[in-house]
């Protein structure tokens, strides 16, 4: 028997026509540049995107054609996630952080008919247009005053131009809500990138993943600074998940830097940030050098830390000087990307700072819509038991089934599961630790040892920045950690004293075997540490240890 209830589709078009209905005068507040600040309204930007949609019409843009844009978050980046989608297109965020050839490769892959790009991205442009097989035309992102003249080979259009010159859709098709909507390449370390291809029901159904009280609790009272790119995985979903509870969101443009985050928080009135560690750890930069007087200007309440393990580190920080809650969040590209979100439970009420700190390191736990379990190499589901580490797999509504340009379903296996490649824990109550990438974890005579662990307890060290570790050769053990060491400007370190730090927080036969020092770390597209070039880089790396290989 069929059920008697309404059978809306679940469509992106819908969310913005909610906050222009319901939050109409709520801010979007756009930063272009260090001089620049747009503030628009959920309402002007939904006239705004009506107007954009019907000019990709005009341009002829079909349903399912796919548009591409190389932009930072800004309120124009904004109106394009709206208009390119709604109108039945699929909008294709490009990272402009990947390598040119990869740029190339991912618009040609994608088959993309028109690129949007913000002007800071010119030259890039024309050093990638050449090579771009299906593009028809290139949108500055500008107004006709600030257009340039540039070498590319097709026309040149003006963002503002098109917009106001287009005659607002007088309504969005409905689209059937399995209709794609967006799409996201891996960044991959290795090969090439893999299209992510999403749709609108589980853009939909994602973003109240985000608003729920055990997801990120995001709500019409927050303001929100969204200091994670739009161009990485749909900004964790909060550009959609924004207007469909009515938040005030603020755009910070190019410039993450510490001092313009602290800036941007204190003057909006921020509640809510989100953002990868390596921008928390430029903001502490900054923060850390204010008085006590200067700190209280902020409101921040909750701050969502990804894309790679949250350093403790982090989280204290974040509670000691601003009374800030760290909900650290787990998920990939592939996965929308919320999967895990760490909340407390009634257990941990009135628990010591220091226990709660533990849980918050912790990914936390799955959310309805996403279903996780661990498995061993032979594809055997493992116990949450907190001690089995496993493969993690997903499945769910909002994680990917295949890659774009692959057969429904090709990744998956018999049971319906996504493998992620990450290795993880699961404790009795469903909290995940993710302890390593399954290529990064160091093998040491058997056992696995998490590079994850080790790196965050190195940057918990005061004169460190950065740490990454990686296993190195070692005739007895196969492999034993190697720590690569960042130090803070200008301090003065040595290996014994970072090691000293170490000791008693971590279990004897995980000590790293040796400590190098070095200026910077290389880091993938997407900011997380890139592992392959240290291993390249340390190839040859002789540890102490290691009797058969010492002089
Ligand atoms: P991406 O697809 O670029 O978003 O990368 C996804 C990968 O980032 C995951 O598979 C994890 O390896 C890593 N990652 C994301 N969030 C976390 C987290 N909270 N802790 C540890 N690793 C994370």
């Known amino acids: 028997m069929n059920a008697l209830m309404q059978d809306n589709a679940l469509l992106i078009s819908s969310l913005l026509e909610h906050a222009a209905r319901h939050h109409p005068d709520v801010e979007i507040v756009s930063h272009l540049d260090m001089r620049t600040c747009v503030r628009t309204t959920w309402r002007k930007a939904t006239l705004r995107a009506a107007r954009l949609a019907s000019a990709l019409r005009t341009l002829g843009i079909q349903p399912g054609a796919r548009v591409a844009t190389l932009a930072w978050n800004t309120h124009r980046h904004l109106e394009l ?11 294709h965020t490009v990272n402009p952080r990947l390598f040119p050839e990869q740029i190339g490769y991912i618009v040609n892959h994608a088959a993309d008919e028109l690129v949007f790009f913000d002007l800071g991205f010119a030259p890039l442009l024309e050093q990638v247009a050449p090579q771009l097989k299906s593009v028809k035309g290139f949108v500055a992102m500008c107004s006709r005053a600030e ?10 259009l003006c963002y503002e131009d098109l917009v106001a010159d287009a005659e607002p859709l007088a309504e969005w098709p409905s689209l059937d ?6 799409l996201c390449y891996t960044s991959g370390t290795t090969g090439n990138p893999k299209g992510v291809l999403y749709s609108h029901r589980s853009t939909v159904l ?12 995001l709500c019409a009272r927050d303001s929100v600074l969204l200091a994670v790119p739009m161009f990485h995985v749909n900004a964790w979903g909060i550009p959609y998940a924004a207007a469909m509870c009515g938040a005030k969101l603020v755009l910070p443009g190019p410039d993450l830097g510490g001092e313009r ?14 953002g990868v560690p390596t921008v928390w750890l430029g903001f502490f930069q900054h923060a850390e050098k204010l008085d006590a007087a200067a700190r209280a200007g902020l409101c921040l309440e909750r701050v969502v830390v990804g894309g790679s393990a949250a350093p403790r580190a982090i989280v204290e920080k974040f509670e000691h000087l601003f009374g800030a809650y760290v909900i650290q969040a787990w998920g990939m590209t592939e996965t929308s990307p919320l999967a895990t ?26 959310i309805f819509g996403v279903e ?14 907190d001690h089995t580490p496993g493969e993690l797999k997903v499945r769910g509504p909002w994680v990917v089934s295949a890659y774009y340009g692959q057969e429904p379903g090709a990744e998956l296996d018999a049971n319906g599961w996504f493998a992620t490649g990450d290795v993880a824990l699961i404790d009795k109550d469903g909290y995940v630790q993710i302890t390593d990438r399954s290529k990064d974890v160091i093998k040491s005579g058997g056992e696995w040892i998490s590079s994850i662990d080790l790196e965050n307890l190195a940057v918990g060290h005061p004169k460190v920045k950065e740490a990454a570790v990686i296993g190195a050769y070692h005739s007895k053990w196969q492999e034993r950690p190697l720590l690569i060491v960042v130090p803070n400007e200008g301090a003065e370190v040595t290996a014994a004293e970072i090691l000293d730090f170490m000791q008693d927080r971590v279990a004897r036969w995980w000590m790293p075997d040796d400590v190098v020092f070095v200026d910077e770390l290389p880091h993938t597209a997407t900011g997380k540490l890139l592992k392959t070039r240290l291993r390249e880089q340390f190839q040859g790396h002789r540890l102490p240890t290691d009797a058969a290989v010492a002089d």
């Open 341 to 366: 979100i760490c909340n407390l439970l009634p257990r941990h009420d009135g628990i010591p700072l220091e226990e709660r700190f533990d849980v918050q390191t912790r990914q936390g736990r799955a």
């Open 177 to 182: 809500e399995n209709t794609a909507s967006s």
């Open 81 to 91: 996630y709206y208009a390119a989608s709604g109108m039945g297109a699929v909008l």
């Open 206 to 217: 994602h973003s109240w993943a985000a608003c729920a009280a055990d997801g990120l609790q």
């Open 372 to 385: 996780i379990a661990v498995f061993d190499a032979e594809g055997r589901r493992l116990p949450a038991d």
């Open 147 to 156: 257009l340039p003249a540039l070498n590319l080979p097709g026309p040149l």
């Open 261 to 274: 985050l602290f800036n941007l928080m204190r003057d909006e009135r921020c509640t809510f940030s989100l």
